[in-house]
């Protein structure tokens, strides 16, 4: 069960908003199309300047609040879509082994600090019948990457939607990241990985699918 699929986090008070949401899932996402206010994020980015003592209106930071804004809406792309939108193209097929997309990479923003964390994801799942265009899983991270988020709930957020949108006898999500809030300030542990998993289905259930989804995800398989 998971709020953010049946209820798309939207963040702007816009009355079409469904129209803008499914419009926005179908179109590549960047920072023009993503609805952010950006005035507003000027103006944020504005106060923390003059607060950190630095003068917004010196040559080189005029312009900084306004990159700053763009930045954010490119960020933050993935609220503006709808991460099941790109789970309805599905190809009946009768293949029946793992498929694995490995080492995708992604970005995202730790909600606690607002500092990027980034890395790789794996994505596995074992089709019933149904498979997806491998596009769409790397799209399907950035759904859920590009948003303030915990690398635990995007972890689950992938698997779950995998299991609810193409309904396959087991999901896997592997997430490896390094997180600048732990890098850069704080305990700066340079080089160390957070790893994060959700396993379900078959490959909760049965440890010899789950010993063979997590071989080929790290590149031990006797297969290869
Ligand atoms: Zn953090």
Do not use: W
Not at 52 to 75: C, F, H, I, Q, W
């Amino acid at each position: 069960m998971i709020p953010t699929l049946s209820t798309p986090v939207r963040i702007a008070p816009k009355s079409n908003l469904g129209d803008l949401a499914r419009h926005q899932a179908t179109q590549p996402m960047n920072a023009e199309k993503a609805e952010v206010d950006l005035p507003r994020i000027e103006r944020a980015v504005r106060e923390i300047l003059i607060a950190v003592g630095e003068d917004p209106d010196r040559e080189g930071l005029r312009k900084t609040p306004n990159r700053v804004a763009r930045s954010y809406a490119e960020l933050m792309a993935g609220l503006g879509s709808d991460p099941q939108v790109l789970l309805r193209t599905v190809f009946k097929d009768g293949y029946n082994q793992v498929v694995l997309l490995r080492n995708i990479p992604f970005h995202s923003m730790c909600e606690h600090h607002l500092l990027p964390f980034t890395g790789h994801a794996h994505v596995a799942y074992l089709p019933d019948g149904k498979v997806l265009g491998l596009s769409k899983i790397a799209r399907l991270v950035d759904a859920f990457a590009l948003r303030p988020q915990l690398q635990e709930r995007l972890t689950d957020q992938i698997a779950d939607a995998i299991m609810d949108g193409l309904q396959p006898l087991g999901a896997v999500c592997v997430i490896e990241a390094t997180h600048n809030c732990m890098t850069i300030r704080g305990i700066k542990k340079q080089g160390s990985t957070m790893v994060t998993s959700a396993i379900r289905g078959i490959f909760q259930t049965d440890d010899a699918s789950r010993g063979e989804v997590l071989a080929l995800i790290y590149g031990t398989s006797r297969l290869t």
